[in-house]
């Protein structure tokens, strides 16, 4: 998605760090689109959700309490765990089993980044980074990375091999093609997904709160009683951002899903 413009937080950001991030970029080759602005809108917003994610979690370790847990932190803990069984500890509970607990932190993390790029979109001046496509791979890399590891740390260089051969030997030769397309198919997958759902839930909000903006704008050069449509640039976007949280929540969940199944199949014993 091209950048049509550069944000407040943007400009702020690259006055901080961009003449050293420059320097850097410069050393290793690489020439960027904007060197008045070496740090693009996607990257400074990447940037402002893991300061604000960092912050946020070290000022809520503080206030945890076992005796009397607050709002926040119940509704946080929701997140790991809730009576609906779709809090991540509950996912991986469920689908990993034995020794799940150990792969929260990691899974926890990415589902919460993409959680946090996925909402920050509705803080006027701010965009959803995971609305750019270079985000989204780069989380896919990650989970990618991570399941495999997983993998080899749980049964082994080899053991972990074997299981791309499939059940028997002489299936060996069609499942090994077969299962690495499909491994690699995963990174595809969890890219587009991700990235063409936020893409188009961003494009939605901007497109219809123009066009209702220009059918109130219209209205009243025509006729002064059609101001009773002066709800409607007020009702109309706030359907679709709350559409935008639906979806924003939504990818987050399946973020949080998949590596989850991805982990499971990696160690489990028997495919």
Known sequence: MEEHQILGVTELINWLLGKPVAIFLAALHIKVKNPQYPIPNHIAMELVVFVFAAMFFVWLKRRLSVERPGALQQCTEMLLSNPMGVGARDLLDDIVGHGAEGYLPMIGSIGLFVLFCNLISLIPGFESPTAQSSVPLGCAVMVFLYYNWCGIRHHGALGYGKLFL????????????????????????????????????????????????????????????????????????ALFIALHIFVGILQAFVFTLLPIIYVSGAVAEEH
């Open 166 to 237: 499939g059940p028997s030997l002489p299936l060996a030769p069609l499942m090994l093609p077969i299962e690495i397309v499909s491994n690699l198919a995963r990174l595809l997958s969890l890219t587009v997904r991700l990235w063409v759902n936020m893409l188009v839930s961003e494009l939605l909000y901007v497109l219809f709160l123009g066009l209702t903006l220009a059918l109130f704008l219209g209205a009243r050069e025509v006729n002064s009683v059609l101001y009773v449509l002066a709800v409607v640039p007020l009702v109309g976007p």
